[in-house]
Structure formats: C-alpha cells, structure tokens
C-alpha cells in the first residue's frame, strides 16, 4: 500500500518549458488536491478534484492546469514554466467528498521543481 | 474559514510535554480544528481533529476550549523526530472542501 506517489522528485525546467507532474493515490479516495509550499511559507492550493471527473480552481491557479485522469490519478501540467513557479510541489488524497468523513489528507512526498 | 494564529517558533525539551497553543477566536459552531504537521522536507501528516470535545490519540491531545476561540495541542513526551513545522487549521467538513495551511508554528526539540 503505497500511498500517494509523486513522479518525478526533481525536476529542473528552463523557462519556457512545459512539464507535467503525475499523482497517483492507492486509497480509493475521492477528492484529489495539488499545493505548492514556497520556501518558509506553508502550503497554497493550486488545484482540487472533488471526485473523478471534476476539478476546481484553488488559491493559485494561474500558469497550471490539471487532469483527473481517473479515480487514482490527478496530474498538474506546467504549459509554460515560469522561474515565479520554482517550489515544492505537493500532492495530497482525501476521502472527502463523502459527508460524515473527516478532511484527513494524505500527502505525497513532493517534486521540487526548479525554474531557471 | 475562520483565521488561525500560532506562534511562529518554541522550543521543547525532549521527554517533556510539547504544549502548542492555536487561537481562532472566530471560529463557527460548525468549524472543526484540524492539526498537521510537517518535518523536514516531508509531505504534511496529519494529527488529529476535534470540534468541541477534547480528542486524544496514539499521536497527541487536543483540548479545545469551552467558547472554543483556542486549542492547544499536546504531545505527551516529546521526542527529537517531533521536530517539525505544526499546523492548526480550522475548516468546516462538508463535501468537497479543502484544507487552508497558513504559516505553523516551528517547533524544535533539543536533547
């Protein structure tokens, strides 16, 4: 039971460049979410998927868009990098939307992406 | 969501109990208080939650205040691996919300 899992761990991208960062969860959870945590700050929603087909926009959206690719997985693409968009990527599960469940997330262990 | 205020940094002997305190002094009656954190370079784990009742489990406590406006999380005897950046969030559960993490609070535990 694996968790969440994040690919790549590292990445260095020259501006410019579009990548994407894959998410895959093993918990059969519902709501899938991508966050970004910049150096000494705590961590900005960028994306959520309440349930598979859906998603919705969080905090900072701008230069992301995202796939639900089916129940397990839950991508974030990079069209354009931009060096403002260097940070630690998270990505994080949760049985949620499910009333009566708590919002526990699990997260994965992050990509840290680099700019130049 | 209601706003959330911590202290920035403590320290903490270790073996000793990590008292961390938590205000979110307008918090709604249907807002739960939820409690991360995040060690080095890992993803956040979660603790623990609570609405009005005290919660305890293999991890901490969580002792909210009757007016519930603050809570405090316990860590019964600290350990140097609880070193980590904890989080106090306050959020309504309800169908497809998602969690706000603002800055925590640094908590280092010396030998």
């Known amino acids: 039971n694996a968790g969440v899992t994040q690919t790549p761990k590292f990445q260095v991208l020259k501006t410019g460049q579009s990548m994407t960062l894959q998410c895959a969860q093993d918990m059969n959870h519902n709501s899938m979410y991508w966050y970004r945590q910049d150096p000494g700050m705590g961590l900005r929603l960028i994306y959520y998927?309440?349930?598979?087909?859906?998603?919705d926009k969080g905090e900072v959206p701008n230069g992301y868009n995202v796939s639900r690719l089916n129940k397990r997985e839950f991508s974030l693409r990079l069209e354009s990098a931009a060096p403002s968009q260097t940070s630690v990527y998270f990505c994080?599960?949760?049985?949620?939307?499910?009333?009566?469940?708590?919002?526990?997330?699990?997260f994965g262990s992050g990509t840290q992406l680099s700019v130049l | 969501d209601a706003k959330t205020t911590q202290p920035t940094s403590m320290d903490c002997a270790e073996g000793r109990a990590a008292n961390l305190p938590c205000n979110h002094s307008?918090?709604?009656?249907?807002?739960?208080v939820y409690w991360y954190r995040q060690i080095h370079s890992q993803g956040p784990q979660y603790i623990i939650h609570g609405l009005k009742n005290n919660e305890t489990n293999e991890m901490a406590s969580l002792i909210i205040t009757e007016d519930r406006k603050s809570s405090t999380l316990i860590l019964p005897h600290a350990t140097l691996r609880d070193t980590a950046v904890y989080y106090c969030?306050?959020?309504?559960?309800?169908?497809?919300?998602?969690?706000?993490f603002g800055g925590g609070t640094r908590v280092l535990v010396k030998p």
């Open positions: 994080a599960s949760s049985e949620a939307p499910l009333k009566g469940t708590n919002e526990k997330l699990f």
């Open positions: 969030i306050v959020r309504v559960e309800a169908a497809g919300n998602k969690l706000t």
């Open positions: 998927s309440a349930s598979e087909g859906t998603t």
């Open positions: 307008t918090i709604s009656g249907n807002e739960y």
